[in-house]
């Protein structure tokens, strides 16, 4: 087995970049943008990543499946830490994770508002959501909150299926 | 209480046999694993909140303001979070249950980053728990300080009521915490500024999520807006609490580490205007709740009920001060 010290920076991001987000298992840590960075010193290895809520419970999972992910390609000494800033950004999932979610049956994220004071919205926030199974956009939200912390409840009024959608943040 | 139901290695016999995932006939739960069993050992494990991140009190504030501080801001949470929680299974209709645990788990994901930041700034405000004990500070924070050592303000504490009374609670408290954590953005001390980035945008979408029910409840039906009304005359007297500046306050906005909520009152009280304007209801004509001796919320004086509710909260926590989760 190679040791730490034989292993290469883009060895080590190679291996954490495929590694699966726990609730979206559609989405690699890199498609969701969690994973910020990867190092490589004499000591071993040291992953960023950030959290997408502060209540976020899938942290733990993903530190552990870092490491252990890491380990078994040789890296002995794995260190996880977290990023708090800049904060995440629904912006960050990449092209890739967007045709992702959408595969899955889940509408992914329009672009996060933009920066400065926060306005109340008292009607419904206005989206550009399809359908992702019948492609409609005669949709409607039923519920901000969904399953997980990242998702809207919506439903196509055309197919008649529910759907989750990843809200903008 | 040593076992986990994720972990193999439980210390007390569980109800049933855990599944090994080695075994080699297989088990149901090999196509769940993937063949991974380092899977087994998720949740056993604390992890910190703030790993890697620098928490370097910054120059110029005193390192137990700011941890006061700190527990001021996530007491506020924690407390509104263990309310909010008590709607679990209770809600009026699935999606509201669904919702109020979403904002209840943002909330205690604010609370427990500031927990470990009040006890990263200054060490002495967590309670000293017995030698060995794994409690993190964080939860020993939460779950090992007497009713007098919390900081939040009194409007998140009152039991709950109806479903109209938390949308009002809940409003309030947004409007009040997003226009605090606006301005701790831009805090100097970076891990207050990156907690405040996050929660804001948390915040948005809680106080969008009760402004939406407050105009429904009050342009509903005569029974919805009467209750809606109920409850807003109820809590009226607590929302001025929200904005008066203890000293500490004070001092950290003066050190430009903290937000001083006298100074964002204008800001939230613009937002509150338009859900009030909108949904066709009047400010109560309510006096504010007193301090005892000026002392409120801020300052550790709290209504009987916190105790109660903290009561249930701790219990568990209280009972096992050196168990392993």
Redesign the interface.
Known sequence: MPTATSLTRDQAYDVARQVADPEMPMLTLADLGVLRSVEVDDAGVVVAITPTYSGCPAMATMRDDLVHRLRDAGFDDVRVRVELEPAWSSDWITERGRRALAEHGISPPGPAGPAGPVALRLLPTRRDLRCPRCGSDATEVTSEFGATACKALCRCTDCREPFEHVKEI | MTEDPHSPHGAHAPSHAAPDPNAAEGSIFDGLLGG?T??W???T?F???????DTTVPDGVDAHDLAVYCLMLADDALVASQRLSEWCSRAPDL??D??L???A??????A??LLARAAAADASVVPVLPEGSPVPPEDALAFFREAGDFRNVRLAEVPNGDFAHTVVRLLLLSCAR?AVM?RLAGSRD??L???A?????????H???A??WF?TLAQGTEESRRRLLTALDQLWPLHDELFGSHAVERAVADAGVGGDPAEVAP?ADV?LE??LA?SGVERPDRQALAGVSGRTGRDGLHTEALGLMLAEMQVVARAHPSGRW
């Open positions: 991974d380092s899977q050992a998720f949740g494990d992890e910190d909140p703030l790993a890697g991140v999606e509201e669904i919702a645990a979403n904002v788990l943002d909330l205690l994901g604010q427990r980053l997003l606006e970076r891990v500024a990156a907690v980035a996050k929660a804001v945008k948390e915040l948005a979408y106080r969008d999520f402004g939406r105009l800001e937002v338009q859900v909108m």
